[in-house]
């Protein structure tokens, strides 16, 4: 596949990571490459689309990042007419030629042939790709973990998101708070967390303000490089035995390194994520404990702080037990998490709309 990136016309837009890793999936074509690192930099589509040629197809690639299918992304011209979500983009650029979105929103179900679900994060960790991060020049760790399993709980909370701030005000005064092993605001921007109160109430906001004081919480060796956030470095992942996970957006359908992080490194998750994500990883072949985490109290709920609230519930009996001695009573399934997270298996219940994309 012959991909023409926007930096390629025109340097004014991002040089985006390279995607040569999508040539599997739509071999012999050329298309325009619209990613989630430039979607918001054009001023007008008509100019940028008109200067790429012949295409046999346009893409437009939400996989990297959480970017809503129906939420206005934002603010372009096209044919002189304002556009502001994926679904309108798409409508102006089969104009130009046939096109696809890649989107990684499980629940998004759409009646027309353009969309096609790609679980990048889950993919590129199963098949233990390091994809773009091998050309970043750093020795990281992605796959596995030299086991050590004798702590309990743990939660790494790196970017500043109003979700991570909510449980934080939820859990920082509770009695067992001690009991997790848990980080946020240490690292330089999460030390500014005014640009996530957009979605926190008045009352959350001065709740945090008030309780902001217990901030930064750090582990040692945390400020090494890459060791808590793409990697699996840090000691925790080796000795921890569950994964409270905090996934970039509850808000937005993706599930990054953080959801894929805890069945590399041999661990029990516990997901505060999207709506459905425990059930979706179920369906996909993953054990999530249900008979020792029961996600699906929380999992199906649509308000993200009914989500939070009964999970913290959840917390507060769950930690009076002795979290390693359930997890060692259950290695051998996650042993197996392991073995099928890595399998051929699991990646084929991954592709199955890219299966349909080659086939088109």
Known sequence: MNIIYANSIDPIYPKDYARDYLNQFLPNQTCFLFTDNNINRFSDIDTVLSAAGKLDFILIDITHNVV??????FSTTCNGNLIHTIEQ?????????????LHCDFNYQS?????????????MWSAKKPLWYANEGKQLNLYDVLENKTQGLFCLNRTPTWHRI???????EKSWFSKISYTFGNHGHGKQFEHAFHSLTQLEITEFE????YLP??????????????GVSHPVWSTHTFNLVTESSISYTLLSEKTAKPFVTKMIPIILGPQNAAQHLTELGLDMFEDIVPWYTWDH?????????IIVNFLEDFLKQDLVAIYHANKHRVDCNKEFFHSEKFRKNLLKDMVKLSSN
């Open 111 to 123: 009646n027309t042939s353009h969309y096609f679900y790609f679980p990048l994060w889950l993919w």
């Open 166 to 172: 909510l449980l934080f005000n939820t859990i920082v």
């Open 89 to 101: 983009l798409v409508e102006y650029c089969e104009l130009y030629a046939p096109t696809v979105v």
């Open 301 to 309: 709920l649509e308000s993200p702080r009914d989500r939070i609230s």
């Open 217 to 230: 919480f750090v582990l040692i060796d945390e400020d090494k490089e890459d060791t808590t956030d793409v």
């Open 210 to 213: 008030r309780k902001k004081h």
């Open 68 to 73: 809503g299918l129906k939420h206005n992304q």
